[in-house]
Nanobody, 122 residues
Framework: QVQLVESGGGVVQPGGSLRLSCAAS????????MGWYRQAPGKQRELVAG???????NYADSVKGRFTISRDNAKHTVYLQMTSLKAEDTAVHYC????????????????WGQGTQVTVSS
């Protein structure tokens, strides 16, 4: 069973930084597009940043210039470096990966982590 586990969340003051990590484990044959999403109370889940298997990145306008997404394919891990954090960044952050597993030899499917809480407050 493929599993994605996020880590690195916590409470930080405005202007601070956090680095989120999401490590995939299991019987993985390939990992393709990956991304970070966030969901605040009463809000829909939104894409924060995405990265393709080729390394192309895309960011929500609200985080552009402040966040950086990266991946380490050897470690099956995607990162989100967050700087200049604002109160509006407070949300549960989820990682997503399009993964081909040994149990699904043909079909890629999205996998989701359980989320890590980021709280920006003074």
């Amino acid at each position: 069973q493929v599993q994605l586990v996020e880590s690195g969340g916590g409470v930080v003051q405005p202007g601070g930084s956090l680095r989120l990590s999401c490590a995939a484990s299991g019987r993985i044959l390939g990992i393709y597009d990956m991304g970070w999403y966030r969901q605040a109370p009463g809000k829909q889940r939104e894409l924060v940043a995405g990265i393709t298997n080729g390394g192309s990145t895309n960011y929500a306008d609200s985080v552009k210039g402040r966040f950086t997404i990266s991946r380490d394919n050897a470690k099956h891990t995607v990162y989100l470096q967050m700087t200049s954090l604002k109160a509006e960044d407070t949300a549960v952050h989820y990682c997503n990966g399009e993964i081909l597993s040994r149990a699904e030899l043909v079909t890629r499917r999205p996998y989701w982590g359980q989320g890590t809480q980021v709280t920006v407050s003074s």
